[in-house]
Every structure is written in structure tokens, then in C-alpha cells.
């Protein structure tokens, strides 16, 4: 890189250019992850599906929601969550596993996080398909016009991603044991997401409503969420928190890359 600053657009030129190195990368971890598996990329499915009818058969009779408004719901919270943990877990290690190709050259580091969340974010993409067709079947049609809105809000999910992982990858260069606090650490923000209720479910618990209000990651999810399960446009408000949120993510991410981009090698 000859300390060319990250904010120029050349470091991202430079990863642009070596698209058909990590694009390979990616191939190789897909291919190894199915290698000799009987359901291949149908695994990617699994999980969504089976905590959907879990919780549909638990807390769609807890809350008394019938089954076709309760199971796209859970199923679109689920399909983003995962895309969510496994962009930071998977972070984690992206610098070890490629500290063979960061110790033989100077490449841009970013490119390691970017090839675990596309990895990610291929599963994502498939489960979202999943939970579009499992929408189309209880409701019977989805609004065109409102998918649309489903395209920044995958855009902003994918860079959150990416800058998660950058984020998690160098924390845990340095401290190893990030992968197990960010475990409890997400645990305890699933209950405060609004994966498994509404919003408006919980209205009349003040302190608790207010602390999933402004839990970006509700915005996150309305982004995906409501174009598709309410068929409308995301509320400006769940734009605007998303974008604040990722503009301080990818600043945290961006100075730590420019600041270990050197030395980080020294640490895997």
C-alpha cells in the first residue's frame, strides 16, 4: 500500500483490484463447508427454519399470534440476526486465517473481514430467498414497490457487516478473548432486539421499550423486516438511525485499520 491513507479512494481500488483473489477465497471456504455434505447449501436454511417453528410453536401461542403473521416475521428477524453474529464471530478469525497470505505481502487488510461476512452474507441471501417464499405462501402476494426499499436496507446490513468484522478481527488479534465476550455480549442483545415480539408489544414497559427503541439494531431490522412482512416503505427515522450507526461503525473500523495496518502482522 506504501502508507497510502485509507480515507483515499486507492485502498479501495487496490481491493477492487484484487477481486479475483478473495473472490476465490470465498469459493474455497464454500466449497470446503459443503465438501461431502449430504444437504450441501440446504444448511443454510436449517437454522432459520428450525428456530422459526421453535418459536412459533412457543411463542406464537404465548402471544396468541396466528401462525401466518408470526412465522415471516421470526423468519426475517432470524435470516438478519444471523447475518449480524456470524459477520462478528466469524470476524473474529478472519486475520488468522489469513495471516499466510498478510505475512508474505502487503495486501489491504480489510479484504479477510470482507471475505467472512460474503461468506455470510451468501447464506443471508439465501435464507432471505427462503423467508420471501414462506412470506408469499401465508400472505399471497408482496408488495413490488416495497421491495425496493429492501435494497439500501441490504446495502447498509452488508457494510455493517464488513465493518463489524474488521472491528472484531483486530480486537481479537489482540485480546483472544473477544470471540467469547462477544458471545454473552450477543445473547444478552437478542433479548433486546425485536426479533421474537414488536415494538409496540412491550409499550407498556417504559424502561424496556425505550432501550429497544434505541437499540440501532431494531433500525437494522426494520429495514429488512418491513418491506417485506408489512409490505411498506422503513420509517425515516429507522433509515436515518441505521445510516448514524454504520457512519460510526465504519469510522471505528477505518481508524483502527490505519492505525494496526503495519504492526498487525506481528500480532497473528
Known sequence: MDGLPLQSLGYFSRIWQLRFFWFSLVQNDLRNR?????????????????????????FGKLFNIAIEDY??????????WQFFTESLLQGCQSFSL???????????????????????????????????????????????VAM????????????????????????????????????????ILFYVTPILYRLESIGDRARL???VEWNPLTSILALIRTPIVDGTAPAIHDLLMSLSFLAIVATLAVALLRKLERTLVFWI
Open 148 to 187: 425496493l426499499h429492501l435494497i439500501p436496507g441490504i446495502v447498509i446490513l452488508f457494510l455493517l457487516g464488513w465493518s463489524l468484522a474488521i472491528v472484531s478481527g483486530v480486537m481479537h488479534t489482540h485480546f483472544p478473548d473477544t470471540n467469547q465476550l462477544l458471545e454473552i455480549g450477543i445473547q
Open 98 to 144: 489469513g495471516s499466510p497470505y498478510i505475512r508474505q505481502q502487503q495486501i489491504p487488510l480489510a479484504i479477510f473481514p470482507l471475505r467472512s461476512v460474503l461468506g455470510s452474507g451468501f447464506h443471508a441471501l439465501v435464507a432471505l430467498a427462503m423467508a420471501l417464499a414462506v412470506t408469499l405462501f401465508f400472505k399471497g402476494s408482496l408488495n413490488p
Open 71 to 80: 412465522a415471516p416475521f421470526v423468519l426475517v428477524g432470524m435470516t438478519t
Open 34 to 58: 459443503y465438501k461431502r455434505s449430504f444437504l450441501g447449501i440446504g444448511w443454510s436454511l436449517m437454522k432459520p427454519l428450525a428456530m422459526t417453528f421453535i418459536f412459533c410453536m412457543v
Open 209 to 211: 421499550s425505550q432501550v
